[in-house]
């Protein structure tokens, strides 16, 4: 009698309770509903490439044209703006930013040639043309001018929330923008900046900062770092490789270990990078303050690494444990009452 009553109970709260897990953590993607795509003129040096690589005279104007089609039922409107490319903490090539700062060697930068961010509205289920205008510098110049023409769907107002996390994710296309004057090779540098004691999503790590002042992209970057403390000690190793960096850019390439952190004291950082044939080697001490280590402290998720706590599963078995007091409770009054 006594399996009989429980039985179907723990069944219904397990039922329940991965109904309320899967509704928390489930993530559905949006679908984009729109292509893009670029129509390459006379002067497209990759004839087969999908991105604008344009070999372009002084004082050279052109219009450029791209294709948004929009696929969905109901009309659109869309971000189009041509930004420059920027190296990101990965180190990755990053078009995704509109008039980020910019260095002090940059010589051109491509916001500025271009026609400025525009938006434009694409009936439902149809292909629209649209033009970026483009006035290239009037001096010579070399290596190669990088950007990219970046489409994105604008939504007027935010998706209505769902109950549990739902995490509305941005996408866009982008379509490369690269301008030339002529194909001499550029060689490769790489500087190194400052280094310091720098907190990424709660974390702590060393980040050294590296600089690309050349007008040229580095690809197929490997970079080894070694960060040694006072008494000679390895306490951070860092090794990656297949990074770039966009030209005349830089980025924090960070070295550490999300578990632990630095004290105030004086280190050496011992850092070899590699393109191609071109290598560098940069052997640095630098100092992490107390007064950065206690700032750093104040936010800092290291000293609170214990996991939290499972609210909803200590909710889900209180809930089992009351339900089975209350139905022992009922039943021994029934029986009771029976004898």
């Given at each position: 009698m006594t399996k009989k009553i429980f039985l179907p109970?723990?069944?219904?709260?397990a039922s329940l309770f991965v109904f309320l897990v899967t509704g928390v953590t489930s993530v559905k993607a949006d679908t984009l509903n729109y292509t893009v795509g670029a129509d390459l003129p006379d002067n497209q040096i990759e004839k087969s490439g999908s991105y604008f690589d344009l070999k372009v005279t002084p004082g050279q104007s052109q219009n450029l044209t791209i294709k948004i089609n929009n696929k969905d039922s109901v009309s659109h409107h869309y971000e189009v703006s041509v930004n420059r490319g920027l190296?990101?903490?990965?180190?990755?090539?990053?078009?995704?930013?509109?008039?980020?700062?910019?260095?002090?060697?940059?010589?051109?930068?491509?916001?500025?040639?271009?026609?400025?961010?525009?938006?434009?509205?694409?009936?439902?289920?149809?292909?629209?043309?649209?033009?970026?205008?483009?006035?290239?510098p009037k001096e010579n110049f070399s290596g190669i001018i990088l950007g990219g023409i970046r489409v994105q769907e604008i939504t007027a107002t935010p998706k209505a929330a769902k109950k549990g996390i739902h995490i509305n994710n941005e996408y866009a296309y982008v379509i490369g923008l690269e301008l030339r004057q002529n194909s001499d090779k550029i060689k490769p540098k790489l500087n190194l900046g400052d280094i310091n004691e720098k907190q990424?999503?709660?974390?702590?790590?060393?980040?050294?900062?590296?600089?690309?002042?050349?007008?040229?992209?580095?690809?197929?970057?490997?970079?080894?770092?070694?960060?040694?403390?006072?008494?000679?000690?390895?306490?951070?190793?860092?090794?990656?490789?297949?990074?770039?960096?966009?030209?005349?850019?830089?980025?924090?390439?960070?070295?550490?270990?999300p578990k632990q952190t630095l004290k105030a004291g004086t280190y050496e950082l011992i850092l070899d990078a590699k393109a191609g044939t071109s290598a560098w080697h940069f052997d640095r001490k630098f100092t992490v303050t107390t007064q950065t280590v206690k700032k750093l402290a104040k936010t800092s998720i290291v000293k609170n690494a214990s996991p939290e706590p499972n609210y909803l599963l200590i909710a889900f078995i209180i809930a089992i444990v009351l339900v089975m007091i209350l139905v022992t409770l009922a039943y021994r009054n029934k029986y009771i009452k029976k004898h």
């Open positions: 109970i723990i069944l219904a709260f190296t990101n903490s990965n180190g990755v090539i990053d078009y995704s930013t509109h008039g980020s700062s910019v260095n002090d060697n940059l010589a051109y930068n491509i916001e500025s040639l271009v026609t400025s961010p525009q938006d434009v509205e694409v009936d439902a289920n149809t292909t629209k043309l649209v033009t970026v205008h483009l006035d290239s990424v999503n709660y974390y702590n790590y060393v980040a050294a900062n590296l600089i690309n002042p050349t007008p040229s992209i580095i690809d197929n970057l490997s970079v080894n770092a070694t960060v040694k403390n006072s008494s000679g000690k390895e306490v951070y190793k860092q090794n990656k490789t297949g990074l770039s960096m966009a030209p005349n850019s830089n980025f924090d390439y960070l070295i550490g270990s």
